[in-house]
């Protein structure tokens, strides 16, 4: 009985197997349309080409489109897991943590004093850049991943380098020729 | 191999409700010709390259209903580069400055901000006051996270508002009065 319903079932496997037809229960208009539609069911298609149906019924809204990849290896490859690196990892996370936490009173006092002293301030100039660049550096790594666009990513890598270098002596400028970015705010706040 | 088709079609037909058994098979049935065919293991690899280069990636913003728990962080984030952002311009501006011919010195910019008329001030303070402030509360979220407190789903989702309240809050009082 089970052969009868299911003959693909005992096949083994031929070298070319005939294209099958099936029939599917549900009621659809397209089919009504399409010349030839009445055939019978055992009939061969008269062309080789695959019908694949649509998996996905719903449309697809991209806002992100996914960036160019290659394919390196095979589907069967494990995950690469680099090696631990604690430096890029751990350390790194408490590092950022720490500067974000020594950001609060930094943030706070100003507020309550009007302004910071020029050594309060310098320190707070320290930690935005750090902070700073730290944010962009994780906005890089999370839009353009590295086995994506691994030109376009260390492009905004050294960009992002010389952008904050390039802060780093503006903040010193700043801070050693003129009132100190607390100050400034301020004034330029009640302008 | 036909006569084992005929066969199968002539059960499902018998199968199927009187009412719809009145329509030609066709009409009432999709076809779907599965066409199946031995391939080599190279090309099979090949088939296999292809269709991973069409999978969707994530994240698939479009998807997701909005709320505060994904809306907050992602506002995080682009108060974070407004900030910095705005800090970064100002820092190259200021190097390049007397290469250039401007004046971003304390001085002159005050006298240059006195000179906007009130809605450019005004505009300028709310870009500037709302970043900073939903900024600022949004990192003791984050830093509470980090310390392993308020991650109850909906203690996120009280605190996410409470942030939006307060800094909306604080960047009117500090746009107006402050």
Known sequence: MASLLRPSLL?????????????????????????????????????????????????????????????????????????????????????????????????????????????????LCALLVIHSHTGFESCIIDYFPKNRVPKTRAAAMWALRIATVTLGVALYSFETNDVGITEAVSRLWHA | MASQRVFQVGL???????????????????????????????????????????????PHLSIYRPQITWYGSALNRVTGIMLSGSLYLFGI????????GWHLETPSMVAAVAAWPVFAKVGAKVALAFPFFYHSLNGLRHLSWDLGLGFKNTTVMRTGWAVVATSVVAGLYYTFLG
């Open chain 2, 93 to 100: 501006a200021y190097l390049a400055a007397p290469a250039m």
């Open chain 2, 12 to 58: 499902r037909r018998a199968g199927v409700p009187m009412f719809s058994r009145m329509q030609p098979a066709g009409r009432i049935a999709q076809r779907r010709f599965a066409a199946t065919q031995h391939v080599e293991e190279s090309e099979g690899q090949e088939i296999l390259r292809k269709q991973r280069l069409q999978r969707p990636v994530s």
């Open chain 1, 11 to 123: 096949r083994q496997g031929p070298a070319v197997a005939a294209p099958s037809s099936r029939f599917l229960s549900t009621v659809t208009r397209q089919t009504a349309l399409r010349p030839g539609a009445l055939a019978a069911s055992w009939q061969k298609p008269t062309t080789t080409t695959q019908r694949v149906a649509a998996f996905h019924a719903t449309q697809r809204q991209q806002i992100l489109p996914p960036l160019p990849q290659k394919i390196q290896g095979t589907a069967n490859d494990p995950v690469p897991v680099p090696a631990p690196e604690y430096v890029h990892g751990s350390y790194h996370w408490t590092f950022e943590r720490l500067v974000a936490t020594g950001l609060i009173p930094l943030t706070i006092a100003p507020f309550a004093a009007g302004s910071l002293n020029p050594l309060t301030d310098s320190i």
